[in-house]
């Protein structure tokens, strides 16, 4: 028997899939590296940008995959 190709529809979900997954990991990127900057942001520019040293930890904690 001849094998069988895969056809164009199931080599356009593979890339959808693949496609979303980068940007999920992208985000999660984003996310990490923001949250990382906050926990090294001084008082003065915490407080220029609106946020209490308080709610920048809070934030700085979470987790990359939670918004």
């Known amino acids: 028997t001849v094998p069988t190709r895969p056809s164009s529809r199931v080599w356009q979900s593979i890339h959808v899939l693949l496609a979303r997954g980068l940007d999920v990991l992208r985000i999660w990127q984003h996310r990490r590296r923001g ?3 906050l926990r090294h942001l001084d008082d003065w ?3 220029d940008i609106g946020l209490s040293r308080a709610a920048a ?3 700085a904690s979470k987790p990359f995959w939670r918004p």
Do not use: I, V
């Open 35 to 37: 949250r990382c900057a």
């Open 45 to 47: 520019l915490l407080k």
């Open 57 to 59: 930890a809070r934030e």
